[in-house]
């Protein structure tokens, strides 16, 4: 995904067109987000919008305040209009994969209180069954690493430890190290409650119906809207 010879980006200025002055935008985190956060900033010149926006991490926030978007604390907010982000991996019913910025705990939160939350993927990454595409990210306090993941291993879970490109140990900016594991072939939702019961563990990359919307780019330029069908 990316964006035209010209600069311009018609994807992200697309879905940024819903925005208007007085609302509270949230920003993920990512390189798809970072596209959106631009096409944001570049409408909000150019219509004069009076909008906040709030940010899923510190790079993000770095990279909207250096547009000139006008960037509020969470802490500050009860509830967004939008929430516009990208996902590691995404089903036929919407359930994600999320977690390869090490942002999960934050992009969670903002997702859960924002109106409408549109994610952003590639056609290589829709998949039928979560996992076969992408590692499951998992979040956990450092001070039980070795008897945390022996818990994870005793459930099917194994991976190996996120490290920087130096080597060292990843740490999320809330100071948690992340895991990034295999995703057995179990059901998401079942997965998902088996590790908020496990103690250590933060957060985890599942998101099972925070999408409302999901555009998937495909390599032809076309874009398919998946919108999740209220019950």
């Known amino acids: 995904m990316g964006t035209t010879n010209n600069g311009q980006d018609a994807l992200a200025e697309r879905v ?3 925005i208007h002055s007085g609302m509270i935008v949230g920003l993920g985190t990512g390189l798809v987000s ?3 956060t631009r096409a944001l900033a570049k409408r909000v010149a150019t ?19 250096s547009l000139g978007l006008n960037v509020v604390p969470f802490a500050d907010v009860e509830a967004i209009d939008y929430l516009y ?9 919407l359930r994600m994969l999320k977690g390869h910025h090490g942002a999960i705990t934050r992009q969670r ?7 409408r939350c549109v994610y952003l993927t590639s056609e ?9 595409k992408a590692l499951l990210s998992v979040t956990i306090i450092p001070f039980g690493i070795a008897s945390i993941r022996a818990h994870l291993r005793n459930i099917g879970l194994s991976g190996v430890i996120r490290r920087t490109m130096e080597g060292q140990i990843f740490e999320t900016e809330g100071g948690g190290v992340v895991l990034d594991m295999t995703m057995p072939d179990r059901e998401p939702a079942e997965l998902a409650g088996v590790l908020d019961g496990v103690s250590g ?7 099972l119906d925070e999408a409302d919307e999901v555009l998937v780019e495909c390599k032809s330029g076309e874009v398919t809207r998946l919108v999740r ?3």
């Open 201 to 207: 563990v933060v957060d985890h990359g599942i998101f």
């Open 124 to 132: 290589d990454r829709y998949t039928e069954r979560l996992g076969s």
């Open 34 to 36: 970072d596209r959106v």
């Open 85 to 93: 982000d990208g996902a590691s991996e995404v089903d036929t019913e």
């Open 16 to 18: 940024v067109r819903d």
């Open 229 to 231: 069908q209220e019950d």
């Open 47 to 65: 219509a004069g919008l009076r909008i906040e926006c709030v940010c899923t991490s510190a790079i993000t926030m770095e990279l909207a305040k």
């Open 109 to 115: 939160l903002v997702a859960e209180v924002a109106e």
